[in-house]
T-cell receptor, first 113, second 109 residues
Framework: EPEVTQTPSHQVTQMGQEVILRCVPISNHLYFYWYRQILGQKVEFLVSFYNNEISEKSEIFDDQFSVERPDGSNFTLKIRSTKLEDSAMYFC???????????FGQGTRLTVV | GENVEQHPSTLSVQEGDSAVIKCTYSDSASNYFPWYKQELGKRPQLIIDIRSNVGEKKDQRIAVTLNKTAKHFSLHITETQPEDSAVYFCAAVLEKLTFGTGTRLTIIP
């Protein structure tokens, strides 16, 4: 069964450093998302991406965040200058169309020290 | 934007009994309502969903109901088993998933 895959599974970075989280969505899906989950809390929407551009973003997704689809398969989330409060599990998700359920990757646990 | 409320935040149920989790949403334009199960340290997994043109859907031991007028929907798990223990999230979808706050379900053997 096709799956969304994410790398790395765990990333530790120093405050102020840039990180790039990588995702390979399910191949025939058209909509891509990043969500984050702070430990023990709910899953929060960051950004959605369709047709090579951002379609919606949340208040969390400020100028420090960017997304890119550099080729036909990868979908990346970059955090330019990490803060302690960016520590969370980051989930990539994809869906075949708008208004459908999304399928989640296994997540990248980002720890900012 | 859409706001999804979920209750209860924790729920303990004797094995074999039923569990019910309830959610309300704010945007009447939302038209798709999935439920996700998240085991500790793992990804949210879609377990059942319902579209706005349907009032009820069942899949073995789990069922969802939707009341569009009242803007609430519920997850029902019957004959609960220990492996049902997890955090359950409801969500409402218009153009993106907006999650509820989650319910930690514990099945007591």
């Amino acid at each position: 069964e096709p799956e969304v895959t994410q790398t790395p599974s765990h990333q530790v970075t120093q405050m102020g450093q840039e990180v790039i989280l990588r995702c390979v969505p399910i191949s025939n899906h058209l909509y891509f998302y990043w969500y984050r989950q702070i430990l023990g809390q709910k899953v929060e929407f960051l950004v959605s991406f369709y047709n090579n551009e951002i379609s919606e973003k949340s208040e969390i997704f400020d100028d420090q965040f960017s997304v890119e689809r550099p080729d036909g398969s990868n979908f990346t989330l970059k955090i330019r200058s990490t803060k302690l409060e960016d520590s969370a599990m980051y989930f990539c998700a994809s869906s075949p169309d708008r208004g459908s359920g999304a399928f989640f990757g296994q997540g990248t646990r980002l720890t900012v020290v | 934007g859409e706001n999804v409320e979920q209750h209860p935040s924790t729920l303990s149920v004797q094995e074999g009994d039923s569990a019910v989790i309830k959610c309300t949403y704010s945007d009447s334009a939302s038209n798709y309502f999935p439920w996700y199960k998240q085991e500790l340290g793992k990804r949210p997994q879609l377990i059942i969903d319902i579209r706005s043109n349907v009032g009820e859907k069942k899949d073995q031991r789990i069922a969802v109901t939707l009341n569009k007028t009242a803007k609430h929907f519920s997850l029902h798990i019957t004959e609960t088993q220990p492996e049902d223990s997890a955090v359950y999230f409801c969500a409402a979808v218009l153009e993106k998933l907006t999650f509820g706050t989650g319910t930690r379900l514990t099945i007591i053997p």
